[in-house]
């Protein structure tokens, strides 16, 4: 599905140049879940924005689903993230003003997709992530985990082909973050989502299918957790973060 052939990206001036990204390549297969760590500075951010399109590279291609999303104009931009892209974010930023309902259907009521439409849409994502019976309430009046599931639904709901995640659980508390994680791997496992996550947190990680270490903007190394328990998971991608060099506290 996503294809990462050899992006670099610099930042600055002649005289004063950074590279953020040095020819990083890897690809994403549709049903995947995949986990980017690295200590802060190491690319990882970066390489997220450039894939979702916030940010462009400076060499290499983006594919996906077979479309280099550098040659994509303003128009044909925005287009893409609408239908192509799906966001978690840390604070969900739903509205308050609008129903659960109308927050889920707000992206594909822009698009000026028939209001029958959304609301099958909106009425399939929602029972598949338990919410069904929420859609009538406000933000304002739903606990936190449900605001996760609403987010996680809006993030879905037009068929998007990728779930972009930018370190997701970093506002939350545990058990909130294991709440959400757990709605992620659902929506991997049971959804066939295909989800890439950004985070400093190994915990988070080891809910991962595969995890793609970053150091110095290159692909340091990568783990499959394959038919081992997640905890067991958890501990191989400590030991790799060890390996990153520094203190491990920095990235976890």
Same mark, same amino acid.
């Given at each position: ?24 390549? /890897? ?7 995949? +986990?980017?760590?690295? +200590? ?73 997709? +028939? ?16 919410? +069904? ?21 809006? %993030? ?19 058990? %909130? ?24 947190? =190994?915990?988070?990680?080891?809910? =991962? ?23 067991? /998971? ?19």
């Amino acid at each position: 599905m996503l294809q990462v052939q050899n992006i670099e990206k610099y930042y600055g001036s002649k005289n004063n140049v950074t590279k953020a990204l040095d020819r990083v390549s /890897f690809d994403v297969e549709a049903g995947e879940f995949l +986990a980017i760590m690295g +200590a802060s500075g190491s690319g990882k951010t970066t390489l997220l924005n450039c894939i979702s399109t916030i940010d462009t590279i400076s060499a290499g291609k983006i594919l996906l689903n077979g479309v280099n999303i550098a040659d994509l104009g303003e128009e044909e931009l925005a287009k893409f993230r609408r239908e192509q892209l799906g966001f978690v974010f840390q604070d969900f930023n739903l509205l308050d003003t609008l129903t659960v309902e109308e927050n889920i259907g707000l992206a594909l009521s822009l698009n000026h997709i +028939a209001p029958k439409t959304v609301q099958d849409r909106v009425q399939n994502v929602a029972q598949k992530l338990g919410i +069904a019976d929420i859609l009538l309430k406000f933000p304002y009046q739903i606990s936190g985990g449900q605001k996760q599931r609403t987010a996680c639904a809006r %993030a879905m709901v037009a068929g998007q082909s990728l779930l972009l995640a930018d370190e997701p659980t970093g506002a939350l508390d545990s058990k %909130a973050s294991k709440n959400l994680l757990e709605i992620m791997s659902s929506m991997n496992q049971d959804m066939g989502a295909t989800i890439l996550m950004v985070t400093h947190d =190994a915990y988070s990680a080891s809910y =991962a299918k595969r995890v793609l270490f970053l150091k110095d903007g290159r692909v340091f190394n990568e783990l499959l957790q394959g038919k081992r328990g997640r905890p067991v /998971f958890y501990h191989e991608i400590l030991d790799v973060l060890a390996a990153l060099g520094g203190d491990v506290s920095d990235v976890i």
